[in-house]
């Protein structure tokens, strides 16, 4: 944690109710990359964290100092957002290299869009070590590595509704059972599965209400621009503005289910299975473990590939 004995503090409990957040945001839009304030608040202003997150972007951490039950301070820092590829394009450009960054724990997903030094920096990590892994990959034209970032963004999308849409819709019943008994028959002996199943629910409500809003709203109007560039015409603005707010809100919403299988993934020791661990236990890790491997390869094709690109075509189509 920084030095902030000399961060200004931001006391949110003497400003008006309306102007709280207004104020918070007009704060931060005044930062200066790697700078950061203080919120003071007398409850936890988590709200401002998901309104921050959809409106502005995954540009900021937020690091909690103090939590209550009182007195709750929040550090608030814009990131220092560098020129070149973050960890999200490195991946998009080639997928193999996620294989380097899950070694290190470094989301390439819902937090792609850090460049490499940020991250380690976060991590504690060498860099360096990192950027030599991923330079000793063989050349990505000798592999099989599929190039979604060479594909028309119609055909992404539809890829990404009957593939990974498809894969959570079949997934999470089964994943509900498993989670929910073993909890039930070991939660004795291991009470941590009873968080797993709590973080999995969470997941799949998410999950659940988040695919459709990108089926019946996002993904049709990407699908339009498309049309509309093969056609060479112009679109009107769509009623929601522009593509990157419903695009910031469904990027808020990855990372809420990133953040929860994150959370199974280190309740349960990356999976780790105990002497005790019976059939139902065994098959339970592995479907979490496949299942997390599959949100992490859709959230990317959609945060770091398709979302990008639409906002560009957007810029080219829409009057």
């Known amino acids: 944690m920084e030095n902030t004995a000399t961060i200004e503090i931001l006391d949110v409990t003497v400003i008006e109710p309306r102007l709280k957040h207004p104020t918070i945001f007009d704060r931060f839009d005044n930062l200066q990359g790697g700078e950061g304030f203080i919120i003071h608040n007398d409850h936890d202003p988590k709200p401002v964290y998901y309104q921050l997150l959809g409106e502005r972007g995954n540009i900021f951490k937020w690091e909690y100092l103090e939590q209550g039950p009182e007195v709750w301070e929040v550090l608030i820092t814009k990131l220092n957002l560098e020129a070149g590829d973050t960890v999200g394009d490195l991946v998009a450009k080639d997928f193999r290299k996620a294989q ?6 470094i989301d390439f997903c819902c937090g792609g869009k850090k460049s490499i030094k940020q991250v380690c920096e976060e991590k504690g990590l060498d860099p360096n070590k990192v950027e030599q892994e991923l330079n000793a990959l063989p050349d990505a034209n000798t592999t099989n590595e599929t190039d979604y970032a060479s594909w ?3 055909f992404l999308a539809d890829y990404i509704v009957n593939v990974h ?5 079949e997934a999470i019943p089964a994943l509900y059972e498993y989670t929910s008994k073993i909890a039930r028959v070991h939660g004795k002996n291991h009470p941590e599965l009873f968080d797993i199943a709590r973080h999995f629910a969470n997941v799949a409500s998410e999950l659940e209400s988040h ?3 990108e089926e019946r709203v996002l993904f049709p109007f ?3 621009l498309d ?3 093969k056609s060479n015409i112009k679109l009107d603005k769509p009623a929601f503005g522009s593509i990157q707010h419903p695009i910031n809100m469904m990027e808020m919403e990855h990372e809420v289910a990133g953040n929860d299988m994150e959370a199974i993934r280190e309740l349960s020791g990356n999976y780790t299975l105990p002497a005790d661990a019976c059939a139902t236990y065994t098959v339970a890790f592995k479907k979490l473990q ?7 390869r859709h959230i990317h094709l959609e945060n770091n590939i398709l979302f990008p690109k639409a906002v560009e075509l957007e810029k080219e189509i829409v009057k």
């Open 211 to 213: 695919m459709p809003k």
């Open 152 to 154: 028309e963004l119609s």
């Open 227 to 229: 049309e509309a560039k």
């Open 290 to 296: 496949e299942f997390e491997d599959d949100l992490h």
């Open 100 to 105: 380097v960054f899950k070694k290190y724990g």
């Open 222 to 224: 990407i699908k339009q």
């Open 165 to 169: 849409h498809k894969y959570v819709r």
